[in-house]
């Protein structure tokens, strides 16, 4: 199925890159205030040494990593 059919069959929207950034330059938004303690993202273990098992990583976890590279 190519893109075109596939936006005409399920209401989805494709867009190119350049479309995307000219759409975010037309429409500025502010950044959304975040806290520290709210999830950034999940990152999952393959269970190598035992249980697999995911971890919140936080906003403040993930500045402290950046700060450090």
């Known amino acids: 199925m190519d ?14 890159a350049s479309t995307i950034i000219e759409l975010g330059k037309e429409n500025p938004q502010d950044h959304p205030k975040y806290e520290g303690s709210l999830a950034y993202t999940l990152c999952y273990t393959s ?3 035992g249980d697999p098992k995911g971890a919140i990583v936080t906003h403040t976890n993930f500045i402290a990593l950046m700060a450090g590279l």
Do not use: I
């Not at 893109?3 to 190119?16: A, I, M, P, Q, W």
């Open 47 to 49: 269970g190598t040494t």
């Open 3 to 16: 893109d075109k059919s596939l936006e005409e069959s399920d209401g989805f929207h494709v867009y190119t």
